[in-house]
């Protein structure tokens, strides 16, 4: 069985030795199963390619956000509108690409 020594500032070793314990585990059985799991679960080596993955959706995420403030803000100039004893018109709810420019 090969050994393998890992370097750890005391508030490291503190946070992983009560991890282990609460899992009711030595902090070497720890290290070996958060290890195994990183590497059976595509954590090591894929950084670039989670990173991508990551800015991916939060780009997705960004335009998502981008089309709800556009209805929010549709609905709220709506309800100004009706406030004011105004009719509103198909026009009011409309999503047009030229509308901000």
Same mark, same amino acid.
């Given at each position: 069985?090969?050994?393998?020594?890992?370097?750890?500032?005391?508030?490291?070793?503190?946070?992983?030795?009560?991890?282990?314990?609460?899992?009711?585990?030595?902090?070497?059985? @720890?290290?070996?199963?958060? &290890?195994?799991? !990183?590497?059976?679960?595509?954590?090591? $080596?894929? =950084?670039? *390619?989670?990173?991508?993955?990551?800015?991916?959706?939060?780009?997705?995420?960004?335009?998502?956000?981008?089309?709800?403030? @556009?209805?929010?803000?549709? &609905?709220?100039? !709506?309800?100004?509108?009706?406030?004011? $004893?105004? =009719?509103? *018109?198909?026009?009011?709810?409309?999503?047009?690409?030229?509308?901000?420019?």
């Amino acid at each position: 069985m090969k050994r393998v020594e890992v370097y750890l500032s005391d508030e490291q070793y503190e946070k992983w030795k009560q991890k282990a314990e609460s899992e009711g585990m030595s902090v070497s059985s @720890f290290v070996k199963k958060a &290890v195994e799991s !990183a590497f059976s679960n595509g954590f090591v $080596g894929k =950084k670039d *390619e989670m990173i991508a993955k990551l800015e991916e959706r939060v780009s997705d995420l960004e335009y998502e956000l981008d089309l709800v403030m @556009f209805a929010l803000d549709k &609905v709220d100039n !709506a309800l100004k509108k009706l406030n004011r $004893g105004e =009719k509103l *018109e198909l026009n009011d709810f409309v999503y047009s690409t030229d509308e901000g420019k």
